[in-house]
């Protein structure tokens, strides 16, 4: 809940200055998270990035301004940050389908996609009903050998990915057989634009047998918390949520690292799970 209120706050930060010019610095202030750390809670929670989030919300006010009022189009493009009338139309219409001009002109048009601002019962309801404690685990250095793939997964192109190209790495001989992983890498490109880097993986004893288009990572010696999701892979959202928006703020331990993995494998029953392991420090 304490990360909520955190979230909740730079949310109502952001609904104050939608007309104004903010950093992700400055709201990441607000709740009191890194830039990075805030960044990625952010995208967990609401299903945007916080520049995503902030860009639906001008595009959506502007054209409730446009439809409901006598705003002219240019003054609703500066308002919200537009730097020209046609940068602004672009936007609109990419996103909604259809011109701001045909909204000032068509009173009674509904307006697609809505996004009004978040209250905290609405990011209760996003998270509700996830509730697991993890394993805390050190694991030595391990070594991984898969496909990349580097993009923002906005059209969840992942699952593709992994099945027109995990082949590559799964028949290694030098397979630890541990099961198959997804390992993700954020650079500095994930702040600024939700990109980055996964790797649909196997576990390697060394990396003497790496197939063409397959790459090596090295993941050093590190404490994690682990935490199994039992389920779909299509609900492993809701555990991030949970992961990040409910477990982390009432513990000793906080995220550390760029990178996090899911290894794919089954319990002693033989049903399928996933185990996420976020790399922690002591607070």
């Not at 996609?113 to 905290?120: D, I, S």
């Not at 030595?140 to 993009?151: A, D, I, R, S």
């Not at 959202?237 to 009432?250: L, M, Q, R, S």
């Not at 993995?261 to 420090?281: L, W």
Request: hydrophobic content about 35%; overall charge negative; proline content about 5%.
């Amino acid at each position: 809940m304490e990360n909520l209120v955190r979230i909740l706050r730079s949310i109502e930060f952001i609904e104050s200055n939608l007309k104004e010019s903010i950093s992700l610095k400055d709201i990441a202030d607000q709740a009191c998270f890194s830039e990075f750390y805030f960044h990625k809670l952010f995208h967990l929670l609401i299903g945007d990035s916080p520049g995503e989030y902030i860009k639906k919300r001008r595009l959506y006010e502007a054209a409730l301004d446009i439809k409901n009022s006598d705003v002219k189009v240019i003054d609703a493009a500066f308002d919200y940050g537009y730097q020209s009338p046609e940068a602004f139309s672009r936007a609109f219409s990419k996103h909604f389908g259809f011109s701001p001009i045909e909204v000032k002109n068509n009173q009674n048009r509904l307006i697609p996609y809505p996004k009004p601002a978040l209250t905290l019962t609405d990011l209760n309801h996003i998270h509700e009903g996830v509730s697991m404690e993890p394993e805390i685990i050190e694991k030595e250095e391990m070594k991984f050998v898969g496909p990349v793939y580097y993009g923002d997964n906005n059209n969840n192109e992942i699952p593709e990915f992994w099945q027109k190209h995990f082949a590559k790495a799964a028949g290694i001989s030098t397979n630890k057989n541990t099961g198959c992983y997804g390992v993700c890498f954020h650079t500095s490109d994930y702040v600024d634009k939700g990109m980055f880097h996964y790797m649909p993986a196997v576990e390697v004893v060394n990396f003497d047998l790496m197939p063409i288009e397959t790459v090596g990572k090295i993941i050093p010696k590190h404490k994690y918390a682990v935490f199994t999701h039992k389920g779909k892979p299509d609900n492993l959202g809701d555990t991030y949520k949970y992961i990040h928006g409910t477990w982390f703020p009432h513990k000793k331990y906080e995220v550390e690292g760029s990178f996090d993995f899911e290894q794919y494998t089954q319990d002693e029953q033989g049903n399928e799970i996933i185990k996420i392991h976020v790399p922690i420090v002591d607070k």
